[in-house]
Structures are given as C-alpha cells and as structure tokens.
C-alpha cells in the first residue's frame, strides 16, 4: 500500500462547479500536511497547508481528519484557471522527509 | 526575487558519464531535497538536508549522491547515470518548521541514452 493515495481523477467539472479531492495516508505519525498545485510538467506551487482545525483560502478549503487518516480540498465555484494537478504531501516525523501522493487531475470545462 | 534555482534546465547524456544537477536557494531555508518525478509514479523524494552537513536517504536514493557544504546549494551527483535515471528532477526547500511546505525550482529535464 502507498504511504499517500489519492484519487487520480481525472475529475471533468463545468465551470461554476463545486469539487472535492481527497487523500488517505497510511502513517498515523504523519505531523504536516499540504496541497500542492502543478501546471503541465512545471513545478509544484504551494496551494495551502493543512491544518486540524481546517482551513479557508478563498474559494479553497482544506480539512484533516485524523482518526479516519485523510486530507481533503474543496474548490467552490470553479474557474477554467483551476485545472492543474493537484498533489497532497504528508510529513513524517522525520524532520524534512516528504511524501507526495501521485496527483489528482482536475479540468475546468466552459 | 526569492527563488530556488536549478541548473541545467535540460540536459541529455551517455550512460555512464558523471553529472552534476546545481540547486541554490536565496532564502536561506534550512531544509533542501531532491524529487524525481516519473509518469505513473508521482514525485518521489531522492535525498533531503535538515542543515549544513546533515543529509538522509528519501525514498528512492539509489544511483544518487549529495552533499550540503554550503546552506544554500545542495547539489545532486550522478556517478555513473543510467537510462532508468531518465526524469525530471526537481529541487526544493523549505524554512524549519512544520507548517511550510516546500520551494520547487523548476525543473531539470535529464535523458541518459
């Protein structure tokens, strides 16, 4: 089993769409978490930070559940510049040890 | 601008011949590491640095080398490269603590035939 999984998608939504990725972990000691965001091969860009209590960003919401070991993004109203790749990361307990999930592909159709 | 520079963007070489990959930083992050990342496979991490002289194997540290001499630069060495080592390579960094995510450059594109 991957330490990260996440629903490859690819998920095809209209614009105006609600949508919601989510991403399961295997290691209970994971400390930190992350979605990413990656555009055609360019590099990963920091989408948010995940944090217990949830958190809002705009029209970007992520939550954590512990007990249940997933991470979740929620994008509202969605617009066309949304389609990317989005990655979950989870950090061990090992100070700098990252581990991505392989990416869920989102496109944004007019 | 603060950034994480790599280079070469691109780089197509033989089996066999040593290569170094440069990634600098400016932001004077502690944490540095190394993905590759591989269609089907997702990015995985190669190496990463807590400090100046303190490194660790990521997943996948086979066929690499690194070193951390300098807080900012936290090069990646190729011995002797192999086609299975054909990827896109990515470096990154990141203050202390555990709410930052990483710093990515943007990218070093190497084929090895």
């Known amino acids: 089993r991957k330490e990260v999984e996440q629903d490859p998608g690819p998920f095809n939504v209209p614009e105006g769409a609600t949508v919601a990725f989510n991403c399961t972990y295997s290691n209970s000691a994971s400390q930190s978490f992350f979605w990413y965001r990656q555009d055609c091969r360019k590099e990963p860009k920091l989408l948010m930070s995940v944090y217990s209590s949830g958190n809002e960003d705009g029209r970007f919401t992520a939550q954590l559940n512990r007990a249940s070991q997933y991470i979740s993004l929620l994008i509202r109203d969605s617009k066309l510049s949304d389609s990317a790749t989005y990655l979950c990361?989870?950090?061990?307990?090992?100070?700098?040890?990252?581990?991505f999930g392989d990416g869920t592909t989102l496109t944004v159709k007019p | 601008e603060a950034q994480v520079t790599q280079n070469p963007r691109y780089l197509i070489t033989v089996t066999g011949k040593k290569l170094t990959v440069t990634c600098s930083q400016n932001?004077?992050?502690?944490?540095m590491s190394w993905y590759r990342q591989d269609p089907g496979l997702g990015l995985r991490q190669i190496y990463y640095?807590?400090?100046?002289?303190?490194?660790d194997k990521g997943d996948v540290p086979e066929g690499y080398k690194v070193s951390r001499k300098e807080k900012r630069n936290f090069p990646l060495i190729l011995e002797s490269p192999s086609p299975n080592q054909t990827s896109l390579y990515f470096c990154?960094?990141?203050?202390?603590?555990?709410?930052?995510?990483?710093?990515f450059g943007s990218g070093t594109r190497l084929t090895v035939v």
């Open positions: 932001m004077n992050h502690e944490y």
């Open positions: 640095s807590m400090n100046v002289e303190v490194t």
């Open positions: 990361v989870v950090n061990g307990n090992r100070a700098g040890k990252s581990t």
């Open positions: 990154a960094s990141s203050p202390l603590g555990r709410n930052y995510g990483y710093t």
